[in-house]
């Protein structure tokens, strides 16, 4: 019996050893078996919400995009032009992190209060000041304070650019604990938008909590549709074509004309000046439609009303048609017109 022991005990070392090893292998295979199902888990997005952060960039950007990177979320940023000018490094980040942009107007003041012109050089100032930084000119934008009145409205849209409010308020700004910050994003359904703000940690850290929410009810962040206003699919791994940025290269003239209306539709006569070779980035305000375009070559984005026209050899004027679709006011916006 005392020769017997140690081997036994011998024995009884592998077997625990084997054992171990087996149990270790099991836990892997789980371990690989939750990693791959968790993408098909995560890819079932049953509807669409807008995650949206107010009056950056700031000098917490980068860890706002951090969480937002870490937790697989793309985001709207709405911009403050006089921040985007100041910190031209963390608007051209939250591009490069496949944020969308947005503007802010320039300062956050009360533009209620202002004429028509201050509005218009306002937001113009601060589109301007994004494209400069980003590549990227904004087609939505957000009223300080959520104030708003007609005239405003119609100054964005002249800029090509549609108002989004907000459905949801996370209530940040005013002091919201992680939880509660949490709890009010859980009111968030399909096709709706939540005000948050760059630069409060709370914010930041509720990001993975509010992720994990959305994720239990199949709801995954959008972008914000420039036709509707509200949440839809993300268009793509990059910044949606919605914000299509112009061409590198010099400048050129784009000028349009509208020379035949008629009930249904109206044509479109843009001419180039300045170069030979351009290209030219034009808005269509949804529902209406291009049905035809001449002497030029043309792509869009997905929701099909940015339009870019590139020269091909026939002249320095294209043109195209337009259905109306029941909105017979609107009009064409030239966004951009690049030579070369």
Known sequence: ???????????????RAALAVLATAVAMCGVVLAATSTPSSAATCNGYVGLTFDDGPT??????????????????MFNVGQNVQNNRSAAQAQVAAGMWVANHSWNHAHMTSMSQAQMQSDLSQTSSAIQSATGSRPVLFRPPYGETNSTLQSVA??????????????????????????????????????????GIQNTRDAIPQIMANLTSRNLCPGMIS????????????TPPPTTTPPPSGGSCTATATTPNVWGD??????????????????AITAPQRVTTIW?????????GTVMTM?????????????????????RPQIRSCTSG
């Open 59 to 76: 000098g917490s950007t980068s860890a706002l995009l951090n969480v937002l990177r870490s937790n697989g979320v793309r985001a709207t």
């Open 310 to 330: 590139r020269s091909n050899g026939s002249g320095n004027t294209f043109g195209f048609t337009t259905m109306t679709n029941g909105n017979s006011s609107a």
């Open 295 to 303: 002497n030029g070559t043309a792509t869009w984005d997905s929701s």
């Open 1 to 15: 019996m005392s020769r017997l022991f140690p081997r036994t005990a011998l024995w009884s070392r592998r077997l």
């Open 157 to 198: 849209s002249s800029l090509g650019m549609r108002q989004v409010i907000w459905d949801v308020d996370s209530q940040d700004w005013n002091g919201a604990s992680v939880s509660q910050i949490v709890a009010n994003a859980s009111r968030l359904q399909a096709g709706q938008v939540i005000l948050m703000h760059d």
């Open 226 to 237: 420039s036709s509707t206003g509200r949440a839809v699919a993300p268009d793509g791994t």
């Open 265 to 282: 539709r109206y044509n479109t006569s843009v001419t180039v000046s300045g170069a030979s070779t351009w290209t030219v980035v034009v």
